[in-house]
């Protein structure tokens, strides 16, 4: 008997969690990282760690930016990871961590940890889950592990991630040091990019349109 949970079982738990409507702009964005990380959740390879976790916020609060009415969009991710079965304050907590240690790291330090040339002593738990992935030969690497790396990155130093080649060093030595695909790695970071722009766009678009209607509407009032 099969009970692998369906994509369509988790969007209805989803909504059981979350009962407002979402603003159709970013009804799409929600869906997709609720889809992915439910794929993630049912694969046999798919472990949770840290980097995944400040991945997951990361790419929620990015995209998310913005959102109306603010106070859903805390419940909107509790839900999303209800929805997978999974701690929304874990997944918080776990982003919190690592993000301060990044701020409290040079850049050098923090790539040469992530490359495990050198121990990160500052957080035991995230040195054994490094390990844990470069030793791995099954390890399910995923684009939201990917970001989790890169908001390292961002934290600790945010004017590398804007010199390219300061950024395709860093992105290299910690692919390698970790046993994961440079390649793969490189560009589910520029899609995240490319993704973030488009989305700053169509709320511009959005907003424009609002504006245009709202003084069609005021013209159209009795003087």
Known sequence: MNNVRTVSDTKRTFYTF???PINTIYRRVVE??????????????FSYNAI???????????????????QDKESIFRAICQAVEQDP????????????????????????????????DQDGDLQQQLEAVATNSNFKYSRL??????????????ELVKDDKQKSEALKAI???LNISEDKLI??????????????????????????DRKKRDALKPA
């Not at 997709?32 to 390879?45: G, K, Q």
């Not at 995209?63 to 109306?68: A, H, I, K, V």
């Not at 982003?95 to 701020?103: D, I, K, T, V």
């Not at 589910?188 to 907003?207: F, G, P, T």
């Open 89 to 120: 304050q874990r997944y918080r907590q776990d982003a919190s961590r690592l993000e301060a240690l990044a701020a409290s790291l040079p850049v050098k330090d923090l790539i040469s940890g992530l490359s495990r040339e050198h121990s990160l």
């Open 18 to 20: 979350h009962t407002r």
């Open 32 to 45: 997709e990282l609720m889809v992915e990380m439910h794929l993630l959740s049912v694969n046999v390879d």
């Open 187 to 212: 560009k589910d970071l520029e899609l995240y990019s490319s993704n973030l722009e488009k989305m700053a766009q169509a709320l511009i678009v959005m907003a424009d349109i609002l504006t245009a």
């Open 145 to 158: 592990f990917g970001v989790g790396l890169f908001a390292l990155l961002v934290q600790s130093d945010p």
């Open 52 to 70: 995944y976790a400040l991945g997951v916020v990361t790419t929620f609060d990015r995209f998310m930016d913005g959102y109306q009415p603010e």
């Open 175 to 177: 692919a390698n040091g």
